[in-house]
């Protein structure tokens, strides 16, 4: 069976298709075999922005730099264990330095169970100023050997409003693909084109359709559509459940759908909600979920139950 080859220890949830581990991510994945994963796809938790109610959580570092390097060792633990053939999706926020949202370099942040005392910062930054979270992590990560493939701008319409006057507001995250190797599963995903062709019989004037090439006007007439882009219009979603930030389930269908084959295995190291596990189990593929917080591995399985099973 698939599950055999996966630690036993920590399981806290099992279905047919999926087990949900209630663990820190340090210490679990270190037992997981060599290229035994077929796609990753997960959403760490942002740098100084949110308390989640665990100390070992991602996130709380007093540095970004810190931050950094902790997700860079997590992802060398991927890379080990991501079929050469795999395929790596990131979804990752920024933060402001100073700005009263995450880390006060010039003062406390409003969060201010973070700090007993003052920090000593070792890299500084002006107030008010992006950290460029990342952009700063993509570099690292093709410094460690990855090939960085995508960077997509997840944009929502519905974003929530900031109170800020000097700065337009902020209504997109960056979602980053990365692979192993040159060659890779990925499955072409079709999108309608802006416009269609005036008419069948002039498909060799292509330009007047609005369309780039001629590959793209064989796929509107045989396919459907044209390549999908990398700017992804996506809703954020309301959770009716505790979490703070749920993943809109559009965003792990495609990626799934696009990097993991076919009775592939989905892995996802910061699970919270359950999200990514449920769009696998719909899209019939295998899953493994990683969670700090028992209360979100809870809500989790009763997501999947009641989502999948109709328990």
Request: overall charge positive; aromatic content about 14%.
């Amino acid at each position: 069976m698939w599950k055999d080859k996966f630690p036993k220890d920590n399981i806290y949830f099992e279905t047919n298709n999926g087990i949900l581990y209630c663990a820190n991510v340090f210490d679990i994945l270190p037992k997981f075999p060599n290229e035994s994963i077929d796609c990753v796809v997960t959403s760490p938790p942002y740098w100084s922005l949110r308390y989640y109610g665990v100390k070992e959580q991602i996130g709380l570092e007093l540095t970004f730099q810190e931050y950094l390097e902790k997700l860079w060792k997590i992802f060398d633990e991927i890379y080990r264990i991501l079929k050469p053939t795999g395929t790596l999706w990131v979804n990752l926020g920024d933060t402001y330095s100073g700005s009263g949202k995450g880390a006060g370099y010039n003062g406390k942040s409003k969060e201010s169970w973070r700090f007993k005392k003052k920090p000593k910062i070792k890299e500084k930054l002006p107030a008010k100023c992006l950290c460029l979270i990342p952009a700063r992590f993509a570099i690292g990560m093709i410094d460690r050997g990855w090939i960085l493939r995508n960077e997509i701008i997840w944009y929502k319409p519905n974003a929530m409003p900031e109170s800020v006057k000097d700065r337009f507001t902020v209504d997109f995250e960056k979602i980053f693909l990365f692979v192993k190797k040159r060659r890779y599963y990925f499955k072409q995903i079709l999108e309608p084109y802006a416009s269609k062709p005036k008419t069948e019989k002039r498909k060799h004037k292509y330009r007047d359709a609005g369309l780039i090439s001629y590959r793209e006007v064989l796929n509107f007439y045989t396919k459907g559509g044209r390549n999908k882009r990398a700017v992804w219009v996506i809703n954020n979603k309301p959770c009716k459940e505790a979490h703070f930030a749920v993943f809109p389930p559009e965003i792990p269908e495609i990626c799934i759908m696009a990097g993991c084959p076919e009775n592939g295995i989905v892995l996802d190291i910061f699970m919270g909600s359950g999200t990514t596990a449920v769009i696998a189990e719909n899209l019939k593929r295998r899953w493994i979920g990683i969670e700090i917080n028992q209360e979100y591995c809870e809500i989790a399985q009763n997501r999947i139950l009641k989502d999948c099973y109709n328990a």
